[in-house]
């Protein structure tokens, strides 16, 4: 894996994950023996697009990895503001720093930012396409939370469309056995065509489209909710419609299997009552401190530092 990019989340193989999941695994459980690993390397954060998880999480790895941090969050505070090239930028920050984590509002970025880079660079969220290190953390979620990452029934509703984090994660758990999707969704909002075709149907993995979250959310292992997301709409009036499609609250739980868990990438908006965060069930915010813990293992294995 060392100098490896993670761009996609079939970059890695299920051997290669299974290993970034154990060191998580291994750095929660003692987090002090962790805390000078990547003493003197250097994390790159160019975040073109609001973040709050995906950026505070690689910083605050790095930081407890003994490593330090350069970026922007901000990209008019950098000199793509004046014109520069993705390439232009990516070649300088490759010189300053050891790895670079990246998020873009255009769909392919990160690919092109790889191609330019000479150390690795982690695709931190590219416009609708792909989150793969949200998917990373989802994964270990489920491995943690549900005791095995094979065999379950997945209802994941919302944007199925435009959410890059449903994409990521279709996609990786299109490689673990037994595996169930139901797609719960308006229908402006379906998955695109070519998940459906490329992924699930070519993987002969069972799936359902579905428009009511009422109708199938006691047959479900896990719930992953999503936010609609306003950024990628062009059409206002749209999203003002179809915002408040999807609420979960306790009504709803009520019906849903004792040992489903809840997850959602965050930020949540509307479609999660905040009454359902004291259900036991609720894992949003447990996955989010997962995501920390992954990042730290991803980026001692991208490091080669053991
Ligand atoms: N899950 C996620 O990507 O959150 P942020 O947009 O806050 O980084």
Known sequence: MINKHLI????????????????????????KRFSHM???????????EPSTRTRFSFEAAMMRLGGNILGFSEPNSSSASKGET??????????????????HPKEGSARVASKYSSVPVINAGDGGHQHPTQTLTDLLTIKILKKKLTGHTIGICGDLKYGRTVHSL???????????????????????????????SKN?????????LE????????????????????NEEEYLRLKDSYILDLEKMNVAKDDMIVMHPLPRVNEI????????RAAYFKQAEYGMYVRMALIVKLLGVM
């Open 38 to 48: 990547c003493d003197g390397k250097i994390l790159a954060a160019l975040f073109y």
């Open 273 to 280: 009552a905040m009454e359902v965060d004291y259900d036991s």
């Open 215 to 234: 109708e199938v959310i006691s047959e479900l292992d896990i719930l992953y909710m999503t936010r609609i997301q306003k950024e990628r709409f062009f």
């Open 8 to 31: 996609d989340p079939m970059d890695f193989s299920i051997y290669e994950l299974d290993e970034i999941f154990k060191l998580a695994q291994e750095i929660i459980a003692e987090p």
């Open 170 to 200: 279709i996609k990786a758990m299109s490689r673990y056995e037994n595996i169930k999707f139901i797609l719960i969704s308006p229908k402006e909002l379906k998955i695109p065509e070519y998940i459906k075709e490329e992924i699930l």
């Open 86 to 103: 993705l390439a232009d930028t990516i070649k300088m920050v490759s010189i300053y720093a050891d790895v670079i984590a990246m998020r």
């Open 204 to 212: 002969n993995i069972e799936f359902k489209e579905v428009e009511r």
